[in-house]
């Protein structure tokens, strides 16, 4: 009896084990403790053309991994942020999507001592062909219920401004105008 128990366990565990490897082999993916899994954005500018998307992926404590591609863009470095709203109207240079996520009011920049804002990420980079790829993780921001959430009553956008970042000044790092916006979208 007690060898039949063994077996039954044995079995039981190597049958999870082997559940797991599949999943993993066919490339599932866990769901964060944060609650939500995903996110997208796809970006615009005032013509309406598509500029990139965005893709986002919450990891829990280890935070929300941005990855996407751009075109159509000025060739240099450009400011990128969360802001507060998710909308992006183009009556008004996108300030639709309000001011950059803040939620702990901070000072602008990630070089700024006494910053960053939650919105804060690092500069997109437009090579000689107007492309680019940016990939980025930010642990400040989350897709659920814990945290200082993008996906909130009111949602939140993504802006790419027209001058690089320069990571210090407040409120928006000298980054120019908003050139581009997207809402991001739980998918």
């Known amino acids: 009896m007690l060898a039949l128990r063994h077996a039954r366990r044995t079995t039981s565990a ?24 995903s996110a997208t954005a796809t970006l615009r500018d005032a013509t309406g053309r598509e500029v990139g998307t965005l893709q986002f992926e ?11 591609s751009f075109q159509n863009l000025s060739v240099g470095l450009h400011g990128i942020h969360f802001h507060t709203v ?29 910053g960053p804002h939650a919105g804060d990420l690092p500069n997109l980079e437009i090579g000689q062909f107007g492309t680019g790829a940016y990939r980025t993780t930010t642990s400040r921001v989350t897709l659920g219920n814990g945290g200082p959430t993008l996906l909130d ?10 001058a690089a970042d320069d990571q210090k000044t407040d409120p928006a790092g000298n980054s120019g105008a908003r050139f581009a916006c997207g809402v991001i979208r739980a998918s």
Do not use: M, W
């Open 14 to 37: 190597t049958l999870v084990l082997s559940i797991l490897a599949t999943a993993a082999a066919v490339g599932c993916k866990t769901i964060p403790a944060s609650g939500a899994r």
């Open 86 to 114: 998710g909308s992006c109207e183009v009556a008004g240079g996108f300030s639709s999507a309000g001011a950059h996520f803040n939620p702990a009011e901070r000072k602008h920049g990630l070089e700024n001592a006494e």
């Open 153 to 162: 009553a009111d949602g939140s956008a993504v802006v790419i401004h027209a």
């Open 58 to 68: 919450d990891h829990g404590a280890a935070g929300v991994l941005l990855t996407g």
